[in-house]
């Protein structure tokens, strides 16, 4: 009996730079915010705030990123430490372009049948079928799900396919936090950025932030921020981040705060 292959340790590895050079330093800066710096995620004119100030910077990381990554040698026999490109360069001109058969089809769809060979097999909670031997599963094979229990022929298999992804195509919306302007019109919004490039073109740092030096925890403005993850919470990350880097965008979001806490106050003290 036949399974899913499990050769996709690659673009795991890929999953677990994206993290480390580019996901895992942005999220540690907005843990920093909230514990610092008065972020409030639950607040959606905070997260608007967020949006406004950091999406750019969030876009242009991950460019850079994505185009070092392209560049970097890969190891192995069928590589030669050719980067990315070099192989999408290779392969285009042996082959041609590449046309993607999976277009437009739902990844969780993608991930039931992309390489599926013989009969596939329910796993248990957390099992993705790497490292895992089915000879030491939980699950018992004679389960009564017969449309995983029987063969997959080819002949059917772009039937079940579009039958699967027939419920990803209209889903109930996923909750996301919500974000909300926090000004009533464009010209209070308006007034907001003038007065925020101002500011920030001169350097200014607001009290009360935890940007001053005598707000500072120990007496320096530390240079990595602890992240807890694992299941339970209970494993600490230290994550860097370059004072010269995040410090800055630290301050900007302190100006633009207390920015729009002042307007938000006069709004509320004119009625």
Known sequence: MLYRSTHNTRIERTWVEVG????RPWRAFFTRLER?????????????LLHQLFLQ???NDC?????????????????HDQSPNDLRLLGQTEHGLYKDDCEDVHPDVISQYYGVSGRARRRADGETGAGHDPEESDLDDDHDDASEAAEIDDDDLAERVAADQEHHIRHEAVDVARSSNPFPTDEFRD?????????????TVPTGF?????????GEY???????????GKKELRVALPGHIWRPRAEKWGRALDLMLRLQQMLEDNG
């Open 222 to 232: 530390m240079p990595f921020e602890i992240l807890r993850t694992g299941k339970k």
């Open 36 to 48: 610092a710096h008065r972020l409030d995620y639950k607040d959606p004119h905070h997260l608007w």
């Open 210 to 218: 935890g940007l001053l030096e005598n707000e500072w925890e120990g």
């Open 57 to 59: 910077d969030i876009n």
């Open 20 to 23: 480390r050079h580019f996901g």
């Open 191 to 203: 007034i907001f950025w003038t007065a925020f490039h101002t500011v920030h073109a001169n350097g």
């Open 63 to 79: 460019r850079t990123f994505q185009d070092e990554w392209n560049v970097h040698p890969i190891s192995g026999p069928d590589t």
